[in-house]
Nanobody, 119 residues
């Protein structure tokens, strides 16, 4: 099993910055993908940013250039630095780790942390 613990988030005015952190523990494989998803009320949970162990990052179009994802493989942590925040970035942000285990892809989620951006 894998456990994910998130920290950070909170409330900020539009144009401000926030950072999220996530620490993974448990049965973590050497090859995995970590990232952040978000879910606003009434919406589906959508990918925000992903990063693999090699440092290759993927962003959804709406955050590219404003958000930056990074990871520390030695500590099994992933961070999301959010700049120029907009009210539409308001959501619950979830940390995710994906890896192959017993021949199949498994995904693990954090408990979620609220990000609120006011106009």
């Amino acid at each position: 099993q894998v456990q994910l613990v998130e920290s950070g988030g909170g409330s900020v005015q539009a144009g401000g910055s926030l950072s999220l952190s996530c620490a993974a523990s448990g049965s973590i494989r050497s090859v995995n993908e970590m990232g952040w998803y978000r879910q606003a009320p009434g919406n589906e949970r959508d990918m925000v940013a992903l990063i693999d162990v090699g440092g290759t990052a993927t962003y959804t179009d709406s955050v590219r250039g404003r958000f930056s994802i990074s990871r520390d493989n030695a500590k099994n942590t992933v961070a999301l630095h959010m700049n120029s925040l907009k009210p539409e970035d308001t959501a619950v942000y979830y940390c995710k780790l994906g890896q192959y285990s017993a021949g199949r892809w498994s995904s693990y989620w954090g408990q979620g942390t609220q990000v609120t951006v006011s106009s």
